[in-house]
């Protein structure tokens, strides 16, 4: 590990750079940034469509798809994190090492678990679970919708006041429940205010992004299978794979771009590239030394 030669360049970069250069990660490490998007992403798709199936014959027999297609929006957003986090891991690897470790990979993620669970799992959860109590107990449609505005935009104001929580979470060594110091969540807190307006511009300009790249990708994807199987209707296909699959797709590149984004903003609030290049000189010459 060299920290001052780095597989991506460590310096500022405005958000339209970033996103380009995100594309650029992405495809010349197609292949790694692939596997680790199927390890985290697979399980939590298989379990949506397990979960979600039976609003589906529901939608069959009364044509509405607003429950479906809302609670897979909030099982989604809850899942996010522990689905993202092998490509975060998989990034920071990425940024140092010639040829990423999963076995290195597999420790850090295990040594941060307990954090990843009690923050973005169970705190998080403590939102989306009522969600489900409404999902498995059949409840009215209004009583629905006015549940979802308020977990809707809790949600909201944390993924935009806190996006990087996730990579404090795995790629930082603060505890949790650390008395003295800087803990995890002092930690959170203090890094996303000293940028907060950078912060919330960049989270709503990736929410308009992802959604138009989502519903892109999506209807993309059902006319190559309805040109190939001349069936144009939205039928159970779409809303069971297609749509899932573009707004996994979607959010997988877009951790590439959150990892670069909280990077960029260590750049410009803690000058890190300045002591990337202290610390591997202080490493060279504990070497000459030795």
């Known amino acids: 590990m060299q920290l001052d030669k780095t597989r991506i360049v460590i310096r500022e970069r405005t958000f339209s750079n970033l996103l380009d250069l995100s594309l650029r990660?992405?495809?010349?490490?197609?292949?790694?940034?692939?596997?680790?998007?199927?390890?985290?992403?697979?399980?939590?798709?298989?379990?949506?469509?397990?979960?979600?199936?039976?609003?589906?014959?529901?939608?069959?027999?009364?044509?509405?798809?607003?429950?479906?297609?809302?609670?897979?929006?909030?099982?989604?957003?809850?899942?996010?994190?522990?689905?993202?986090?092998?490509?975060?891991?998989?990034?920071?690897?990425?940024?140092?090492v010639e040829r990423p470790q999963p076995r290195q990979m597999l420790v850090q993620f295990w040594n941060r678990l307990?954090?990843?669970?009690?923050?973005?799992?169970?705190?998080?959860?403590?939102?989306?679970?009522?969600?489900?109590?409404?999902?498995?107990?059949?409840?009215?449609?209004?009583?629905?919708?006015?549940?979802?505005?308020?977990?809707?935009?809790?949600?909201?104001?944390?993924?935009?006041?806190?996006?990087?929580?996730?990579?404090?979470?795995?790629?930082?060594?603060?505890?949790?429940?650390?008395?003295?110091?800087?803990?995890?969540?002092?930690?959170?807190?203090?890094?996303?205010?000293?940028?907060?307006g950078d912060v919330i511009v960049r989270y709503?300009?990736?929410?308009?992004?992802?959604s138009l790249l989502i519903t892109a990708v999506a209807f993309s994807i059902h006319a190559i299978f309805a040109n190939l199987m001349f069936d144009y209707e939205l039928g159970l296909l779409f809303y069971l794979i297609t749509l899932p699959l573009s707004v996994w797709l979607v959010l997988g590149w877009f951790a590439v771009v959150r990892y670069l984004s909280y990077l960029d903003l260590r750049i410009r609030n803690e000058g890190w590239e300045v002591e990337l290049l202290m610390r591997a000189e202080g490493n060279r010459i504990a070497r000459q030394l030795a």
């Open 25 to 96: 990660v992405a495809r010349h490490h197609i292949a790694g940034l692939f596997v680790a998007w199927a390890i985290g992403v697979v399980p939590f798709a298989l379990l949506n469509g397990w979960l979600l199936y039976p609003l589906l014959h529901e939608w069959e027999v009364t044509g509405q798809t607003s429950g479906y297609l809302w609670h897979l929006s909030v099982l989604t957003v809850w899942e996010l994190p522990l689905a993202t986090t092998p490509i975060t891991l998989y990034m920071a690897q990425l940024l140092f």
């Open 114 to 196: 307990p954090q990843v669970i009690i923050i973005q799992v169970i705190v998080s959860g403590l939102l989306a679970v009522w969600d489900l109590v409404a999902l498995f107990n059949d409840a009215e449609g209004a009583s629905v919708a006015v549940l979802g505005v308020f977990i809707m935009g809790a949600w909201l104001m944390m993924h935009m006041l806190w996006p990087y929580t996730n990579e404090v979470l795995l790629l930082e060594g603060n505890s949790l429940f650390q008395k003295q110091g800087a803990g995890t969540l002092r930690r959170v807190t203090s890094m996303h205010a000293h940028g907060a």
């Open 204 to 210: 709503l300009m990736s929410l308009v992004i992802g």
